[in-house]
């Protein structure tokens, strides 16, 4: 069976990206064929500062090794740098109504926060990550809940393709981890913490101090 998943590089991984990703992809790369990539094409939908993002993908490449997944094991590579991805995207796009793209509940945060500055690119997403899953054929795509309707396009993408031109495409299926699918924001109980808003989240990386002082000053559960 195999596995595709992905993490933009848009900033340090935090312990939502971990639990509802990274843990799974560490676990899954014992018995499956693991293809996890860091897509900087998807990462570049919002604002970005292009010296940044090399930082960001090497920062990347960094924590799923040090995480635990092994390049012996599972194919770690860089979007960009497979141009097939795009070329996909294209194609797949031509399939895809608007209306789906705009129901989005990533397309509609997204759009608010970034106010002003809503390209193409961050309504088109969905295309480009249904291209990623649909291009090796995999079955299984280990992710967080926020990205459990992305996938869910992707399946009907596929299927429309296949109805109309034959049968092309596998349909994959989301995999999210039965505890961590969703953490939320520390400063916002309603919202999950995210890489682009910073102030929220629990990074990897953080000092055992900084963890200690961030948790304590997290919103407190009300029940
Ligand atoms: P950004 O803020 O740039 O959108 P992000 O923090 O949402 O970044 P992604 O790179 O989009 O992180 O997500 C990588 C993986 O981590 C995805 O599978 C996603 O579902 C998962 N994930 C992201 N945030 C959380 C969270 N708060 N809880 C559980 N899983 C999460
Ligand atoms: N959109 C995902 C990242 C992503 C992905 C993928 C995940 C891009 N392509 C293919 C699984 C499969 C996100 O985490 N924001």
Redesign the pocket.
């Known amino acids: 069976m195999r596995v595709?998943?992905?993490?933009?590089p848009t900033g340090a991984i935090h312990i939502g990206n971990y639990l509802g990703a990274i843990k799974q992809f560490i676990e899954l790369q014992e018995t499956k064929e693991c293809i996890f990539?860091i897509?900087d094409l998807?990462a570049i939908t919002i604002p970005y500062k292009p010296q940044e993002l090399q930082k960001n993908i090497l920062e990347a490449a960094i924590c799923y090794l040090a995480a635990g997944i092994d390049p012996e094991k599972s194919i770690i590579f860089i979007q960009s740098q497979v141009p097939e991805h795009t070329e996909l995207a294209w194609l797949l796009g031509t399939v895809c109504p608007v209306g789906d793209l705009l129901r989005m509940t990533q397309y509609k945060e997204k759009s608010k926060q970034f106010k002003g500055k809503v390209g193409a690119g961050i309504l088109n997403?969905p295309i480009l990550?249904a291209a990623?899953?649909l291009l090796y054929k995999a079955e299984l795509?280990p992710?967080g809940a926020d990205?459990q309707q992305?996938v869910e396009l992707t399946r009907t993408i596929a299927r429309k393709f296949n109805k109309t031109f034959g049968q092309t495409f596998h349909i994959p299926q989301a995999k999210l981890p039965s505890r961590g699918a969703k953490i939320m924001a520390l400063n916002n109980p309603k919202k999950k913490m995210s890489k682009s808003q910073p102030t929220g989240c629990l990074f990897i990386f953080d000092e055992p101090e900084e963890i200690e002082r961030k948790i304590s000053t997290a919103v407190t559960d009300s029940g």
Do not use: P
């Open positions: 595709f998943s992905g993490i933009q990539s897509v998807h997403y990550m990623d899953i795509v992710v990205q992305h």
